[in-house]
């Protein structure tokens, strides 16, 4: 008895002495400037993070953290919450090889493309409209470390052969010739759970027709009865003007044709809950640091990306100068207006480090660093409703940015990052650059 009784108390030893050396969960990051909302500097902060949650927040030695929790010590540093981006086309490009067609939409494609973003500190992202098959469905469920979260609105709606796709692969939009056709696709789509419907509205420089107002009307009828919202893929101010009137829940971008007027300014005024979603034209701040490319981008397509920029003739600089030029004049517009801006990229084929791109492109259109940074963070994770994001605060998931610089002294200062987190968890970036690149 006596020695089964020493038995006992050595294994209920042993059981102690394992749970008193089990690390804890919590980590400290501390001595950051912190731009917890997107907005403003928080000097010498602290901030736990417990379980991919962030549990407490305030300035370094004042946050209660359990007993034996690591420090980080982050100062010099500034955080930023991760970037979601409300629109993308991913899972198409192969982009090691620049090859894009029919047979390149995979589940293992598609998951490059969330490491690409998470490398770069997205931490969630909504694709439009080109999502084909279970793929994009299982991926949005199962979410894989190292990558952003994954939401789709499963395959858009245009008129026949009037999505994207042609030439380069197989379209896959819902070909619209009728209300009837327009409901049965929401149908389906409903079926799926998708995050947001996508439709097209757009004659493509006046080579396919457009969805007429009585398709989009039934289209967006019927979303709503199944409580879905609705964004529009538009280039001009008329049709803008019409889905508004129509109840277009949000635009994929922004109107391209012309100046925005002030009929549409009060159509946005009485309807508060619309969004915008800029996708401002590119003007190459993304690649006048070729450096910075040639972490993600394999060597051979930066020099392609490049000397294509390099290389336009005087008429094409000034088409596109001028291209950009009615965008950014319209994003002002609606941003002093207090309309919802969103962030997106419309990418597929360059992915990540268009985020950082695009940034750069607001501000030149005239929002301030501080408006952008709210509207990449927390205004487009609204608009995703992923209430778990969007800002760095108690309860909310630490997903954050760690950088080298502070992006509302300059907004570029956001390619400088040293460290992302996503779900809690440091992000492999340096594991990832080498699956990129090579290493």
Known sequence: MKTLLVGVLLILAGCSASKQETPPSAIVFEGAQLIADGKTAQENSAFVVDNGKITSIGTKGSVAAPAGAPHVDLTGKTVIPALVDTHTHLGWAIIKTGRIGPDTYTKDNLIDHLHRLAYYGVAATQSMGIDPGETPYEVRANPVPDAALFHTAGRGMGRPNAGPGQPYWKPV??????????????????????????????????????????????????????????????????????????????????????????????????????????????????????????????????????????????????????????QARNLKKLNDAGVRIGFGTDSGVTVGWTDHEELTDMVTAGMTPAQVLTAATKTSAEIMKLDQLGTVAAGKSADFIVLDANPLDNITNTRKIAKVYLRGKEVDRAGLKATFVGP
């Open 173 to 326: 939009a819902y070909a619209i010739d009728s209300e009837a056709d327009g409901r049965k696709a929401v149908q389906e789509l409903a079926d799926k759970k998708v995050d947001w419907v996508k439709i097209w509205v757009d004659d493509r420089n006046g080579t396919v027709p457009k969805l007429t107002p009585p398709l989009y009307r039934a289209i967006i009828d019927e979303a709503h009865k199944h409580d879905l919202r609705v964004v529009a893929h538009i280039y001009y101010l008329a049709d803008a003007k019409e889905l508004l009137r129509a109840g277009i829940d949000g635009f994929a971008h922004g109107v391209r044709d012309k100046d925005i007027d002030d009929e549409f300014m009060k159509l946005m005024k009485d309807r508060p809950n619309v969004f915008v979603i800029p996708n401002l034209p590119d003007i190459g701040t993304g690649l006048q640091d070729p450096a910075w490319l040639s972490e993600t981008v394999p060597p051979a397509e930066v020099k392609r990306l490049t000397d294509t920029f390099q290389n336009r003739s005087p008429a094409d600089v000034k088409k596109a100068t001028e291209f950009f030029a009615v």
